[in-house]
């Protein structure tokens, strides 16, 4: 029987650390960095929880993660119960409890965090996900009953693997429905397989993921383009599917549009990760391509220019530098991942913009030609505008460059599918529930708010198949769902 703790001796408990590996070794490998809690780490974090009547932490959640009360089973060494409570919302905790900003959703909220440290939410959600999962594999621990749905009943296509398409599966399965994914690229994942680097999300864990949804019946088909191999009109009228739903995120890469971005060395942060996340470049003897830079500039400030930057010291770099044109307090990215990226050796460079890629005679980039800013009056993001400082330019030798200023749609759905109705960026626009003007479309992710998170895409998934199953049932009440279907 665990402890029982007065609220006074559990917020005299320090937030447990968790172990990584030092910056040294980590920055020449991709194994992952931090190496998560032992059972006694989680069970003496799980004891800081106050188990608050009214859990603000759940509120931060965009699933809405029974919080306390996971973190209750983890106190009692109860990592299956656990599990389930935050299977229950949640059917992607391992990868969640991994990526997710929990500084800024559920822990910002923790009532622990007005006067110290928050409970250490994501780490305990990550430390039942892979807990019981090494049980699963030690053979003490039985797998959930995989159900495979009835073949008469409704079918969904989704298209796209992402996030938001994987947590919508899982609740349509759920539901008994036959669920078919199309996925453009030969590997299921979307972002968590060709952006998010091993380091910080290994691939094993993504695939896991996948495997139990496909244990469950889900029929997954890749290099299949919606757009190319089917519209969504065909699916709808031809195919013999109820519903679609649109999830194919926003992977176009924006450029600087400045004079040299063609030259060689320079890469867009979605090739250059792709290249070496799904494509292995980093595998010693992987037929992929990519340049090995030795003096890398990364341009932006975001999760997906750490992610470019750490990953380009992994492969050789000597030199890697942070240009962003605002200052520390505007970077978007997780503070975590500043934190982990200085440790390895990244160098920021604040309030600088690139103005023209330099060169050599054979068209490989040799040097960045910029200015540097100062923040002026606030724009419509509410951050300081960077203003240019007269007479400032300056060069510096680079031999490569990786843009990470952002993404936006990808046009094919929207050019196959005029009848879906899309906003000035080209995202397609949705009620809150993810359902379109056009019947039985259905969209959400990144595809719909443009670049988020991954939680946030997930949210979305859920919340368009509860939205499918009302649709459905609303076109033959006889054929809706089972009684365990999510609620819209
Ligand atoms: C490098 C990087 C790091 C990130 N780090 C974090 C992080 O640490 N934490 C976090 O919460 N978020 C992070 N994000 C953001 C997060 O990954 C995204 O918000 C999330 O993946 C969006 O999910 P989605 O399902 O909307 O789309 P995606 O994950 O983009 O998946 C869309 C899928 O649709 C497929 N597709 C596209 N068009 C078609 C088509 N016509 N037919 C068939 N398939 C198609 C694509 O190939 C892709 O597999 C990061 C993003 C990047 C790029
Ligand atoms: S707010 Fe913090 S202390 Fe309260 S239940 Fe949530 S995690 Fe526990």
Known sequence: ??????????????????????????????????????????????????????????????????????????AEGDGAAALEIIMAT?????????????????????????????????????FVADHVRSQLLRGETAPLPAT?????????????????????????????????????LHEPGGVLVYGIPEFRLPKDIVKAEINALLQRGLELMTNAVIGRLFTIDELLQHEGYAAVFVGTGAGTPKFLNIPGENLNGVYSSNEFLTRVNLMKAYLPGSETPVFRGKRVAVFGA?????????????????????????????MPARAEEIHHAEQEGVQMQFLV???????????????????????????????????????????TAIDCAIIAIGTESNPLIRQT???????????????????????????????VTGAATVIEAMGAGKRAAAAIIQHIRALNPAVGGTPSSPEP
């Open 90 to 126: 949640n059917s992607l905790p391992a990868i969640c409890g991994r990526v997710c900003p929990q500084e800024s959703q559920c822990e910002i909220k923790c009532v622990l965090a007005k006067k110290g440290d928050a409970v250490a939410i994501g780490r305990l959600e990550r």
């Open 417 to 447: 599918t005029t009848d879906l109705p899309v906003n000035k960026w080209g995202y397609i626009v949705t009620d809150e529930t993810g359902r379109t003007t056009k019947p039985g479309v259905f969209a959400g992710g990144d595809i």
């Open 1 to 74: 029987m665990p402890t029982i703790l007065t609220p006074k001796e559990r917020m005299a408990i320090p937030r447990q650390t968790m172990p990584e590996q030092a910056p040294e070794v980590r920055r020449a490998n991709f194994n992952e960095v931090p190496l998560g809690y032992s059972d006694e780490q989680a069970a003496r974090e799980a004891q800081r929880c106050l188990q608050c009547k009214t859990p603000h932490c759940v509120e931060g959640c965009p699933v809405n993660v029974r919080i306390p009360e996971f973190i209750a089973k983890v």
């Open 302 to 330: 975001g999760n997906t220019a750490m992610d470019s930057a750490r990953t380009a010291l992994r492969i050789g770099a000597q030199e890697v530098h942070i240009m962003y044109r605002r200052s520390r307090a505007e």
């Open 148 to 184: 495979q749905p009835r073949a008469d009943a409704p079918k969904v296509a989704l298209i796209g693997s992402g996030p938001s398409g994987l947590a919508c599966a899982a609740d349509l399965l759920l539901a008994g429905y036959n669920v078919t994914m199309f996925e453009a």
């Open 353 to 395: 913009n690139p103005l023209e890629f330099l060169g050599d005679e054979r068209g490989w980039l040799k040097a960045v030609r910029g200015e540097r800013m100062q923040l002026g009056e606030p724009d419509a993001s509410g951050r300081r505008r960077p203003v240019a400082i007269p007479d400032s330019q300056y060069e």
